[in-house]
């Protein structure tokens, strides 16, 4: 299996991956990982990665340009744009370390054990342009409920659930198996809430969309409403793209008290 990371920090990695199951997996040819520094993709002398949301806020946004062409650059084809796009094959997850993803689980981590190449971008600031989440990575994945600094170590998380499922990984094909989570989660089903309880039920959200940076990206636009100036209205469409983005992403949040 490939892994590819990308990344602002690469040197992150030299520790992590000369540890444990995942050197020894890459000694011995089960895994093969490249680091990608991303800002080999930028265009400018100062080597740029990120830019102010559009709608106003807080931190800095991740552009799409250098992410799009990252992972170009690794799949060794274009893929596409608002007209035309070229997703990857079925042996190719590109996967966006995200607070506002569904949330990873041993199922998913056997899921991506069956694949080919995993393309793991690791969000950087207060988030990632939202075309990368829409059009570029095939999945937008969080480790847990809470908020980390960067992508870095949940991808490395990921890397090592996952490499340890690998055959030959472990020494022990048993060892993955009987084990907690060794059932896919994503199987099991939501507990009911009942009709008396919804009224008095208060929803966790996840992050709205952001957007930064050139206003329209290969046919994508950014929605006019956040270019208008009207914070009222900013503010509304923001709660309901983060309520549209929670009832696709976690909808078990919504029942939650």
Known sequence: MRF??????????????????????????LIHVHVQDLREFTKDRHRTVDDRPFGGGEGMV?????LFEAVE??????VGDAATQNRPD????????SAAGRLFHQGMARSYSQLQ?????????EGVDERVAEHLATEEVSIGDFVLSGGEL?????????TRLLPGALGNEASSQNES???SLSSLPLSPRSARESDATKSILLDF?????????????????LIGGNHAEVAKWRQQKAMEKTRRNRPDLLSQK
């Open 181 to 183: 989570f060794s059932a």
């Open 90 to 97: 079925g042996d190719t997850a590109i996967v966006l370390m």
């Open 209 to 225: 969309p952001h957007y930064t940076r050139p206003a329209e990206y290969r046919g994508w636009k950014v929605p006019e409403i």
């Open 62 to 66: 991740l552009k799409p340009e250098p």
């Open 154 to 162: 949940p991808a490395m998380l990921v890397m090592d659930a996952v």
């Open 73 to 78: 650059s690794l799949l060794g084809r274009g």
């Open 117 to 125: 190449r995993i393309i793991l971008i690791c969000g950087r600031y």
């Open 4 to 29: 590819n990371l990308i990344t602002i920090f690469p040197e992150f990695f030299s520790g992590p991956l000369d540890h444990g199951i995942v050197r020894r997996a890459r000694e011995a040819g």
